[in-house]
């Protein structure tokens, strides 16, 4: 069965400076999709950022980016220019791309909240 | 475009007594999840709907607990009969297919007095 670690509880940040948060996994798959989530106060679980396996590159969306490091099992999300707005719990989660009853389903870790100060 | 819809928002009720949340998923999605997030075990898929059917309910924690999707544009989760312990959020998510992501409904909050 997968895994998925997110050793940071809380994390906080400045407005306008940048925070990563970590993520590790544990699979035995080749082929895989990784994703962050975020979670406001509201509780609405808003995608942030997919990434494939298969794919080297890095998968960014606008001031989020990812590291994925994949042999050493790792997907790190970083914020630039970090807004109030941000401010949030974030899940990191994985998906296997192969077929049978666990395909679609996603593995969540516990989540890291993260703080931003004016 | 309506995304996932559920319903209650919130929903407090007695112990012993059942409990029925309701989920619409967004048009044209094959497939749907219910997820429970509580804060010591944090979000479990708990059953998982292809084309209607399902196709994962291990996550489902005991009898009292069951869910079907009649059609394509809605599911029930309903515990019978309902204990403090299933105090929880509980999310339904939809996606177009399995490799695609999953969109999440607002989550209905559930508290077992």
């Known amino acids: 069965a997968q895994t998925v670690t997110q050793s940071q509880p809380e994390m906080s940040v400045q407005e306008a400076e940048t925070v990563t948060l970590s993520c590790t996994y544990d699979?035995?798959?080749?082929?895989?999709?990784l994703f962050w989530y975020k979670q406001p106060p509201s509780r609405q679980m808003i995608l942030v950022i997919r990434?494939?396996?298969?794919?080297?590159q890095n998968a960014t969306e606008n001031r989020f980016s990812v590291n994925f490091q994949k042999a050493a099992k790792s997907f790190s999300l970083k914020i630039s220019d970090s807004q109030l707005g941000d401010a949030a719990m974030y899940f990191c989660?994985?998906?296997?791309?192969?077929?049978?009853?666990?395909?679609?389903?996603?593995?969540f870790g516990q989540g890291t909240i993260l703080t931003v100060h004016p | 475009d309506a995304g996932v819809i559920q319903s209650p928002r919130h929903e407090v009720t007695e112990m012993g007594q059942e409990v029925t949340l309701r989920c619409k998923p967004i048009?044209?999605?094959?497939?749907l999840f219910w997820y429970r997030q509580t804060m010591m075990r944090g979000l479990e898929l708990l059953i998982y709907?292809?084309?209607?059917?399902?196709?994962?309910d291990s996550g489902m924690p005991e009898d009292r607990f069951s869910a079907k999707m009649p059609n394509a544009s809605f599911s029930t989760l309903k515990i019978q009969p309902s204990e403090p312990r299933d105090s929880a959020v509980y999310f339904c998510?939809?996606?177009?297919?399995?490799?695609?992501?999953?969109?999440f409904g607002d989550g209905t909050r559930l508290s077992i007095l």
């Open positions: 048009s044209g999605h094959d497939y």
């Open positions: 699979t035995s798959e080749s082929d895989y999709y």
């Open positions: 709907f292809n084309n209607n059917v399902p196709i994962d």
């Open positions: 989660a994985y998906r296997s791309a192969f077929g049978g009853t666990s395909y679609g389903k996603l593995t």
């Open positions: 990434q494939e396996a298969y794919k080297q």
């Open positions: 998510a939809s996606s177009l297919r399995a490799d695609q992501p999953q969109h």
